[in-house]
């Protein structure tokens, strides 16, 4: 039975199936077709800037800047400014449908190399690995350094945009067109657009601060394996085995973490009230951990039987040692390695977890050797462990959360491969997945949920702000020319930046992306592979080595920028379609309105045009939105039925308390009050 439920974890856990429940955790983040709903919307407004800018003009530059204007060309001409915009914008929305398909065929090249790396690490040769695998690294890097320039300058265009919109307002002011409300609303708006400014260049720091972070977090994974290792005594094998798994889930947790992050930036964590969080990528640093002290926590249980502590196993006779003395040093390595990031509410729940799991771990030692202790003294022993097994629970919820890492992960395939030669490494892994299954299972459903309460959200508010949008529209669309006064124009172009300030703000999404690819990938090469090549095959008591380690930790590196990769496929190629679709005739139509002559008929024709196709284009993208929401529903609910189906029909039946447990830890962990103390 333990076997069976090995077996089917391993099977829930595939590659495809981890990347299909990457893009399901990720969805609510992705949907860029919710944030191209503005997008007909943007093409419609400079439609109509075209037809105001037919009307009287006059002169912007009263006061100009000492230093002149950055991106307005004609300040003399308040007419000229806003053709200026609605070039800008036309060269903006095509550099987007080209450079995205670009991205969709690079990206499409990605999991056949991925195939490859994983064909070089499975042979048993390490000359070839040494010789061959960089190749492969190689190949996914030049992939995201080439999108990353692709979506790079994409996102420059729209920010010229905004730039020249910005810059026109801000003429309009200085040029003392506006007076009392309207004067404040106008410098609000430019605030705001300063702000979302400043963050997304914050956003690139905390960015360029994670390539030094994911370095030095390898260099303490490599040095917590052997330390751990050389400290095991023999005869522990089994312990080592627990420890070494939740040494490389937390290790995947930190790279799904800190892609999770990236996408999220400008959504999650801009403008947090609760300071108390510390930096994101600090939070990572810390939530990774969750998958060792878990396992830790896990391991110190083992030795409860219901109501007994199982005082002969705890007790090694031969080496006169506790064996949870081991799992001791884990959270004392955890605290130290924890030490110096700055004080934050992750820290202090980790450092809480482990400081208690340490004082479990001493009482232990105090009674193992006699075997035995008053019964009301191991009757609170046992008390403590439960409780810290909750809390431990708890807190990886709340990391499974904000880093969107999935519930049921794949093993790492070297140790996969090891643990299958031994029948008792073997059966020792078999008891662990029975173990966790349950928690497991309870973990996935919330957090499907929870992506399915994000989505719901996100739609909610992608139809407000598209009722917001079309409501200005309308009103201006209504207006006759005469009654299209300046102040009507400015409330135009002020929704206009808005429109095109969400559009931008997915393109620096896209850089991101790009960014934690190559990173991942370099370091592979800089770091991993190091260490892969200068690591002796010296004797440990573990079959599973520091070479074979290494390996594990270069699959997980390659398998995630593969499935960020993924996600960005699945991305460009919903952008694509939908360009192709809704957008790229109506930039083509904005083309021809831009240089035809005003005074004739066909101008007025080619208008209503415009806005004809401009209102068909949103509805489109807004049924494709609620398309792609109930296939979303579908997918989430098959990959749970699948789960209930493979695994939850084979476990042996739990006892209502554990049960009761699981589902409060789950609880307490997925709730927004819970996760949002941690944002």
Known sequence: MESQIAKTCQSLTTAEEMRNQTRLVMQPYANWEEYLTPAPLSIAIMGELVFISSKTDFSINKNPPKDGYKFIRYPDSFRACLMQVCNSGWWAFNEAHKNMDQIRLHTMAVPDYMKTAVKILFQGNDDVVEAHLPDQLENIRVIADDCLVLADTTEKRFSDVINIIQELLEACINAEHFYGEELEAIKKKLEETKLREQSAKAANERTEKVVKALEKELQEAQQSYSKAMDSLPSGWEMIGMDFVAGLTESFTNLLTGITSVGSRIGKTFEGSKNNSAGDPFDQISIYSKSAEILTCCEGIQKYVDESEINWKDLYDQKNKATKTDFFKSQFQSIISSIANIPDCSPKQEAQRLCKEGVNICKELAKYAPDGKCEGAIMEELIQKIRKLIESARIFDCISKDVTNSPSLIPKPPMMHQEESKSEDMKKSASQRATESA?????????????????????????????????????????????????????????????????????????????????????????????????????????????????????????????????????????????????????????????????TKPEFEQERLQLQNSCDEAQKGILHLVLKNKDEFERKSKLRLEKIDKELLAILPAAAPEEMKSIQAAVKGGFTEDEAAGYY
């Open 438 to 598: 349950r928690f497991r299972i309870e973990q996935s459903r919330a957090q499907l949920d929870r992506s399915r309460e994000m989505y719901e959200k996100s739609v909610e508010n992608m139809e407000k702000n598209q009722k917001e949008l079309t409501d200005i529209l309308i009103t201006m669309r209504n207006c006759e020319l005469k009654e299209i006064d300046f102040n009507t124009t400015i409330q135009m172009l002020m929704k206009g930046m808005d429109a095109m300030g969400r559009v931008k703000e997915q393109w620096e999404k896209m850089v991101r992306f790009f960014q934690m690819v190559s990173n991942i990938v370099k370091t592979s090469l800089s770091r991993t592979l190091k260490d892969f090549v200068s690591t002796s095959e010296k004797t440990q008591s573990l079959s599973y080595n520091s070479k074979l380690f290494s390996k594990d930790l270069l699959y997980s590196q390659a398998f995630q920028a593969s499935n960020i990769a993924s996600l960005v496929h699945m991305i460009s190629a919903t952008y694509t379609e939908v360009s192709d679709k809704y957008l790229m005739d109506r930039v083509s139509s904005l083309g021809k309105l831009m240089v035809m002559d005003k």
